[in-house]
């Protein structure tokens, strides 16, 4: 074992690694429940993505199976204990303004620029290969080393949901879905909506219409519209009210008046575990309308927002900017919105709250709130938080591999994402992202470094088989 140069391994591998990572990549693996059927019921896209790391498996002689069409597993090596690699081949919507379109791969000044490169399919690639390196040099291992494949990480886990009620639980393991060095503790995660009841309102000079911003819960929208109807006036005084403020605020936006008022701001999306780094541009949109004078309900709408969640990322305004040593402070990211005219408006919310905090007393505090506004809370789902202590074997062996292939200090992290490894009794999540480097999932131009890349496959490599033999 001592002989074996796991990165030189990985280098004699690296172009066949790299056609099975843009195979990957150009496959649009987005959620699409409405084009859903038995066998593919997240939709054709994900599936093929599945069928794609299965046919993947079959190739190079591992142990394949298709849980329920939402999961499946790649196995090799013999024993009772499992060694499990947890991965998703889901990704979210592309969004707008790629220099190069997001589901055809390109590399260019080293980096390989798609959706899905860092989150997940490009970390995916890179623990498949290093399972690869280890079954062909070291076949003799005595546990099974099982990669885990799901399909609705970026959504609500019902993927890995199914897989454990029909599969053997992995007696330890690790995510590729986040950073290096070694996280051991992960924020609990809940997605909401708040939901605004339609009131009885008197005639206004401007009535909103619509308001829509976001896709996913989970990331910041960068793109928000608004429709407005009333006096021809007041709508040319907005017109001229709104060129004036995306001036001002330096935005990127467009507005017409065409027997009705139409309003589009861009943001800047970024991963709804760190908002503050990006540009909500719902927030945005709402900080104008907040100017106008609009009817009642289009009014308690848009004042909710920049009354209690404009530009307040930890919960502050409401009480609940919880922290703690272990996973920091509570993020509150407002991922969609969504509101008609005479119908109920809703506000997406993705928080994600530390260690030692409870949800319960999170809820309550909201309900303060809410409830005198008659703004209802509907929990779509919930994640408790994870915590694997740092005197554990799992996390030991890790530490090891880490500062022997880096000869960097292996710290333990914590993060505000939601991996796989949570979905573990032993699990950690660990790497493909080396400390330092920009974090670009679920950005425009995301995109993995190949350097980078071969060298967490080699770190991946030795690390199951410290962890497996």
Not at 189 to 193: H, L, R, V
């Given at each position: 074992m001592e002989?074996?140069?796991?990165?030189k391994e990985v280098i004699n591998r690296k172009e066949d690694m790299l056609a099975d990572l843009k195979g990957l990549l150009k496959i649009e693996s987005v959620l699409e429940e409405d084009l859903g059927n038995e066998e593919a019921p997240f939709g054709p896209g994900v599936k093929e993505a599945l069928d794609y790391m299965l046919a993947l498996g079959e190739r190079d002689g591992y142990q394949t199976k298709d849980v329920k069409h939402v999961a499946g597993h790649l196995e090799f090596g013999e024993g009772e204990d499992i060694v499990g690699v947890l991965c998703h081949v889901d990704v979210v919507p592309a969004g707008n303004d790629w220099t190069t379109p997001a589901f055809d791969p390109h590399l260019r000044d080293g980096k390989l620029f798609a959706r899905g490169a860092i989150d997940d399919k490009g970390p995916t690639i890179a623990a498949y290969w290093a399972m690869n390196i280890v079954k062909e040099l070291l076949p003799s291992v005595s546990k099974r080393v099982r990669m885990i494949i799901g399909t609705d990480e970026e959504s609500s886990w019902r993927c890995v949901d199914t897989y454990f009620k029909n599969e053997e639980m992995p007696d330890m393991g690790f995510a590729p879905d986040a950073v290096f060095p070694i996280i051991h503790a992960e924020k609990g995660?809940?997605?909401?909506?708040w939901v605004f009841p339609v009131k009885d309102t008197h005639k206004e000079r401007m009535i909103l219409q619509s308001f829509h911003s976001g896709q996913r819960l989970n990331m910041v929208p960068d793109f928000a519209s608004a429709k407005c109807e009333g006096d021809e006036a007041e709508l040319l005084d907005a017109k001229k009210a709104f060129e004036l403020f995306l001036e001002k605020k330096g935005l990127e936006g467009r507005v017409t008046l065409d027997q009705e008022?139409?309003?589009?701001?861009h943001g800047v999306s970024v991963h709804g575990s760190a908002p503050q780094e990006g540009v909500n541009a719902a927030f945005k949109?709402?900080?104008?309308l907040d100017e106008q004078a609009l009817d009642q309900n289009g009014a308690n709408y848009i004042g909710f927002i920049t009354k209690w969640l404009l530009n307040d990322f930890t919960g502050e305004r409401f009480g609940v900017a919880y922290e703690d040593k272990v996973t920091g402070s509570l993020t509150m990211n407002a991922g969609t919105f969504a509101y008609k005219a005479n119908h109920e408006g809703r506000i997406g919310i993705n928080l994600r709250y530390p260690v030692t905090c409870s949800f319960d007393?999170?809820?309550r505090t909201f309900n303060k709130v809410t409830e005198p506004l008659e703004v209802q809370m509907n929990v779509v789902d919930h994640m408790t938080p994870h915590h694997v202590p740092e005197d554990h074997e799992l996390i030991q062996k890790l530490q090891k591999v880490y500062?022997?292939?880096t000869g960097e200090q292996a710290r333990l992290l914590s993060i505000g994402g939601g991996t796989y490894a949570r979905s573990l009794k032993a699990g950690v999540a660990f790497g493909a992202l080396f400390e330092g480097k920009p974090q670009l999932a679920h950005q425009k131009d995301e995109y993995v470094d190949v350097e980078d890349l071969l060298k967490a496959t080699a770190i991946y490599a030795e690390a199951i088989y410290e962890l497996a033999k």
């Open positions: 002989s074996i140069n796991w990165k995660i809940a997605d909401f909506e008022l139409s309003v589009e701001v949109l709402a900080e104008f007393d999170v809820k500062e022997k292939q």
